[in-house]
């Protein structure tokens, strides 16, 4: 079993900047790729980036290439999200997945965290 605890959610102005960590524990050992997912209200969960085991390896959603950078520190467990040029698009929950691969399928994850709030104003 591996549990995640994300934080660094809050409330920015557009054009600011967060970084969302994502603390895991448990079966930290295991060679999982990590992904970050976020969820608007009424809408879908869908893909935001993800990271390979060794961080080699990394992928992100045509709509924060080039503003959101994902990261991870093995040593720490922990794997970050650093999203700048904020706009209120970007308003939702964020979610952080542990995973096979860095595939962008909701479903080939196999756990998950509770989700910080990420809200962005005009």
């Known amino acids: 079993q591996m549990q995640l605890a994300e934080s660094g959610g809050g409330s920015v102005q557009a054009g600011g900047s967060l970084r969302l960590s994502c603390a895991a524990s448990g079966r930290t050992s295991s060679p999982y790729a990590m992904g970050w997912f976020r969820q608007a209200p009424g809408k879908e969960r869908e893909f935001v980036a993800a990271?390979?085991?060794?961080?080699?390896?990394?992928t992100y959603a045509d709509s924060v290439k080039g503003r959101f950078t994902i990261s991870r520190d093995n040593a720490k467990s922990t794997v970050y999200l650093q999203m700048n040029s904020l706009k209120p698009d970007d308003t939702a929950v964020y979610f952080c997945?542990?995973?096979?691969?860095?595939?962008?399928?909701?479903?080939?994850?196999?756990?998950w965290g509770p989700g910080t709030q990420v809200t962005v104003s005009l």
């Open positions: 997945a542990a995973g096979g691969s860095t595939t962008q399928l909701v479903r080939a994850y196999d756990y």
């Open positions: 990271i390979s085991w060794r961080g080699r390896g990394t």
